[in-house]
């Protein structure tokens, strides 16, 4: 069984340009979550979809932004890239995304800005 | 706010020499915690669920336990492949009964060596 996937692995932008990362969740699941890992603030939820629909979103601002296709298939968007946006961008899938069920996660997309 | 405290940060063990991890959380209502391990370049790997206090897990190496206030990962004679960061998270319970999303802390660091 596949697993989650997230693509490009690595990305290198410019302040001010916009990035698209994507995250195809592993089959039959339904809900996939985005997440910010940095060495120092660790892993920050940033938003949750399900059926299409974003279910929980955390504190970031809104240069931040994700879709969910009807296949389960998400995007994230970052608009005005900043330099503080290097960091290890994460997707994680689950069946449904509540009753305690486990998220699986990709190996992310390294995006580093310049 | 849903809070969630790992210690120690870093755990350098002999191989062989058993130990064990904490995780403490803070939360109005627990639908789970996770365990997660993750290797340097990917992205966390899902270990185990516990659901509630007593509750106990097992695989391999390692065991994870929980109270009501905290868990516990023991890793019983530990080798060099176990070395990895370990994750700890927890899913709260909204008072809509709607979940919340994935807190995390901010890991333990262990280093196992030969």
């Known amino acids: 069984k596949a697993g989650v996937t997230q693509t490009p692995r690595y990305l290198i932008k410019t302040r001010g340009q916009q990035v698209t990362l994507s995250c195809s969740p592993i089959s039959g699941h339904r809900s996939v979550s985005w997440y910010q890992q940095t060495p120092g603030q660790g892993l920050q939820f940033l938003f949750e979809y399900f059926s299409e629909t974003q279910r929980n979103k955390g504190n970031f601002p809104g240069r931040f932004s994700g879709r969910q296709f009807s296949n389960s298939r998400s995007e994230m968007n970052v608009s005005t890239l900043e330099l503080g946006d290097s960091a290890l961008y994460l997707c994680a899938s689950s069946l449904e995304g509540y009753k305690g069920q486990p998220q699986h996660f990709g190996d992310g997309t390294r995006l580093s800005i310049l | ?114």
């Open chain 2, 1 to 114: 706010e849903d809070q969630v405290t790992q210690s120690p940060e870093a755990l350098r063990l002999q191989e062989g020499e058993s130990s064990s991890l904490n995780c403490s959380y803070t939360v109005s209502g627990l639908r789970g915690l996770f365990w997660y391990r993750q290797d340097p370049g990917k992205g966390p790997e899902f270990l185990f669920t516990l659901y509630s206090a007593g509750e106990e897990k097992e695989k391999e190496r390692l065991k994870a336990t929980l109270t009501k206030k905290e868990s516990f990962l023991h890793i019983t004679a530990p080798k060099p492949e176990d070395s990895a960061t370990y994750l700890c998270a927890v899913q709260a319970v909204r008072s809509s009964g709607s979940a919340r999303q994935l807190t995390f802390g901010s890991g333990t660091q262990l280093t196992v060596l030969p």
